[in-house]
């Protein structure tokens, strides 16, 4: 169906696949390319490359630019996903609401309960792939959905994420709300964000690797009370459950340069997996 944004599939160079819910959870095999999982007015994009690996590696796409805006869907991570594991990129079905929505923390919209349907679709792609463990990766906004739909088992690696929406700079969460959730309200607004958009309510699990940018305002409304929630240090270190890097990455809210986020990344896969065998080893992540 046509979408009231600008849409572009090409870009990403890959065969087309489109499903509904129903029949992506239906599937029994999973070949590489671009999956479109249709929801009426939105539709859930990933971009994946099975490798048979044991682990998978998502990625989570950071609030598209208030000054220039990307067609749908649109995916970030590519430079980072280490080529030991299964890569799945995400878009984020509210980008297809309007064009004002530039970033929607993979919480969904009325159109599509991500919170409720993503869960089962990342089951079923590892369980096709074969894969055991994931390792979450994203940015900002993106970061904030590694930690939502991280596991026990899993690893998030998290750049500057919003913990608490409702101290993040409230005209970005106003059109997600209003096209999203038909919410014009600003108090009924805020309320939702209290119950929807905290991740104190439901504190995330698994490892967690949190890169937090010393010059942004984030590191007192929302890295401070996700360590107060977790009961650990806002100091740099690693208790083997949660490791904090303070960088000095550029004034504001700005993540760091996509080699350290590789470097960081391919430890943590060592991490996980081991260090891999023959020229690899030595060479690739």
């Known amino acids: 169906m046509g979408f009231p944004v600008k849409t572009d599939y090409r870009r990403w160079r890959q065969k087309e696949y489109r499903y509904t819910p129903q029949q992506f959870l239906a ?13 009426g007015a ?4 990933l971009l994946i490359r099975n490798r048979g690996a044991s682990a998978s590696f998502y990625g989570f796409h950071a609030a598209q630019s208030p000054l220039t805006r990307q067609p749908v869907p649109y995916f970030q991570g590519r ?28 919480l969904g919209n009325r159109h599509c309960d991500l919170v409720a349907e993503l869960p089962p679709i990342m089951d079923k792609i590892d369980a096709l792939a074969g894969a055991g463990r994931r390792l979450l990766w994203g940015n900002s906004a993106g ?24 101290n993040f700079t409230w005209g970005r969460v106003e059109p997600w709300l209003l096209h999203g959730w038909g919410i014009e309200d600003y108090w009924e607004g805020r309320e939702f964000g209290e119950k929807h958009g905290d991740l104190r309510n439901t504190p995330p699990r698994g490892r967690i690797v949190y890169c ?13 009370p996700l360590a107060d929630t977790l ?11 949660f490791r904090l890097i303070l960088g000095d990455w550029g004034k504001g809210h700005i993540p ?9 990344v391919g430890e943590e896969v060592e991490r996980m997996l081991g ?7 030595l060479f690739g992540r």
């Open 27 to 39: 599937l029994d095999r999973l070949p590489s390319g671009l999956f479109m999982i249709d929801y």
């Open 79 to 106: 430079k980072v996903a280490p080529k030991r594991m299964n890569q799945i990129l995400v878009s984020d079905p509210s980008l297809y609401l309007h064009d004002d929505v530039r970033v929607g923390w993979f």
């Open 256 to 264: 760091p340069p996509s080699e350290i986020q590789q470097r960081i």
């Open 143 to 166: 970061g904030t959905a590694a930690l939502r739909y991280a596991r026990e088992q899993d690893v998030s690696v998290v750049m500057n994420p919003q913990i608490v929406l409702r």
């Open 212 to 224: 937090q940018n010393e010059h942004d305002d984030h590191v007192e409304l929302q890295l401070k």
């Open 231 to 241: 009961g650990v240090s806002t100091e740099p270190g690693d208790d083997g459950r």
């Open 42 to 45: 939105v539709e859930l994009a």
């Open 275 to 281: 260090r891999p065998k023959g020229l690899r080893g």
